[in-house]
């Protein structure tokens, strides 16, 4: 009975207060504000600012993110065998990482005074701030587990973390977006190209401008990196990682081991590989929506601003998201959250350009948006519940379930943002001119309609098999508050 109360008391000791909660959701926006900025303006500022080739800029996007996704396990293994200190394990990683990823985030958006080896300057950086960045969102992430023992309280600073992440998607978009467009540069008409005369004057103001567009992408990435140092420091300061399951004596297991406990665990497998298709649908629109908007639809002045409403829409429906996986259990809301974007996709790409139309569409969109951020972190807990239920003399692999997920999303983005700049290229893309050809924007629709509609119908075929239920959840959470009393 004793024994009962101060485990009792202990449970009352870990819930989180609001305070902490919100620190908890800060240290997220870092990871979201540049990744929103990389995955929306990149591609467009390596071909039409710092004017690549389009095939050299597939080599950098996929490199890159492949290289980034490789990094995933390996800094989830170390960050499992990191002796505890003071300040726990997770967060000497983020705070040692911060300072020179923000550094590499500022080179990326630097165009180099050189000609011939620009191509490895933006391969370098970009891989180095991947790199980093995993070195900070890896802890970050697996700290989840490590903030409360409570399924609620998780649940509920998961909640917080994802509308602060999304409102980081809408700074990063907003800061890149209203920054460097108020820098637009003209493009080419090829009825000026007959005109030599006009040509040369055409292109030296043109340089001109293309000097004051590169100038407002490095104002924008030095804003975004001083948001992402004063995010940290909330973050280090404001919450306290606990020692959950015993992790300052835990005994250290193989990676390999580690990994095949982990990737033999079916709920995880299932998950991950439902929301890997879900979400490479979404980073092909992500990537590929701002070239849609502007040659396609033909919206060169607005499409910053249709970027900005889309994720503003996605941060507002977050809490209605919470409140419905709640309400209705997280796997209805996987179902009408993600489908919630099908017929808008469909829609934009049927419709004959009209403003209004997309506005609307990036409203309605911007609320699947929140599904597809809130739902996959909300799950992964789940799983690891489900994990340490059947294996209770197995723990400690919290930062490895973790990072194979950030593994396979980031495996995912590389996939889409290398593929779709190299069909791009195929299909004729010109950096700098006012209208693209006909192959070109069919290739545009694919990229953003019907390829996305295939992989989230893919995505929820698999994730059908998926065996955590409501049920099983209740279930998982009374089997560790028992493990707990032992």
């Not at 017929?343 to 599904?371: D, H, K, Q, R, T």
């Amino acid at each position: 009975m004793l024994g009962t109360g101060i485990f009792f008391q202990e449970l009352q000791m870990e819930t989180l207060t609001v305070w902490s909660k919100v620190c908890f959701a800060i240290g997220g926006a870092p990871y979201q504000i540049t990744g929103s900025a990389l995955g929306f303006f990149l591609q467009i500022f390596l071909l039409d600012v710092a004017l690549l080739d389009p095939l050299n800029a597939s080599v950098i996007l996929f490199v890159g993110r492949a290289w980034d996704a490789v990094t995933d396990p390996t800094v989830g293994f170390l960050v499992s065998r990191t002796p505890w200190t003071r300040h726990g394990r997770m967060m000497p990683w983020i705070l040692i990482s911060t300072t020179p990823a923000v550094l590499c985030y500022f080179l990326i958006w630097v165009v180099p005074p050189i000609e011939q080896g620009k191509m490895w300057w933006y391969l370098l950086f970009y891989c180095l701030f991947q790199t980093l960045q995993t070195c900070f969102h890896v802890p970050y992430s697996a700290l989840t587990m490590f903030i409360s023992t409570e399924q609620k309280e998780r649940d509920s600073a998961t909640a917080y973390r994802m509308t602060v992440e999304v409102l980081g998607t809408v700074v990063g978009t907003a800061i890149q977006g209203q920054i460097v467009g108020m820098a637009n540069i003209p493009c080419i008409n090829s009825t000026s190209l007959t005109n030599s005369s006009h040509h040369s004057m055409h292109g030296n103001n043109s340089q001109i401008l293309l000097d004051s567009k590169r100038r407002a992408y490095m104002i924008a990435s030095a804003v975004i990196s001083l948001i992402c140092v004063l995010c940290a420091v909330v973050l280090f300061f404001g919450v306290t990682e606990q020692d959950s399951d015993g992790l300052k004596a835990q005994k250290h297991v193989s990676f390999r081991r580690g990994l095949r406990l982990v990737m033999s665990h079916g709920p995880y497998v299932k998950l991950v590989l439902a929301f890997l298709f879900t979400s490479l649908a979404f980073m092909l629109m992500e990537g590929n929506f701002a070239l849609f908007i502007k040659y396609t639809l033909g919206f060169r002045e607005d499409f910053q601003n249709i970027l900005l409403v889309i994720m503003l829409s996605a941060t507002l429906t977050i809490p209605m998201w919470q409140w419905f996986l709640c309400r209705f259990g997280k796997k209805t809301a996987v179902y009408i959250g993600i489908t919630w974007a099908v017929p808008f996709m469909i829609v934009v790409v049927c419709v004959n350009s009209n403003l209004f139309v997309s506005y609307i569409v990036s409203v309605a969109a911007g609320a699947s948006v929140a599904a597809a951020f809130l739902l996959p972190w909300s799950m992964l807990p789940d799983v690891v519940d489900d994990f340490k239920v059947q294996n209770p003399t197995s723990q400690g692999h919290e930062a490895i379930f973790y990072s194979f997920y950030v593994f396979f999303t980031k495996f995912a983005s590389g996939v889409s943002l290398g593929v779709s700049t190299l069909a791009l290229s195929f299909a004729g893309y010109v950096p700098g001119v006012c209208v693209q050809s006909d192959s070109v924007n069919l290739t545009l629709k694919m990229l953003v309609s019907a390829a996305p509609v295939s992989l989230i119908a893919l995505g929820l075929l698999v994730f059908k098999t998926y065996p955590i239920n409501e049920e099983r959840r209740q279930y998982n959470n009374k089997q560790l508050q028992l493990l707990l009393l032992q």
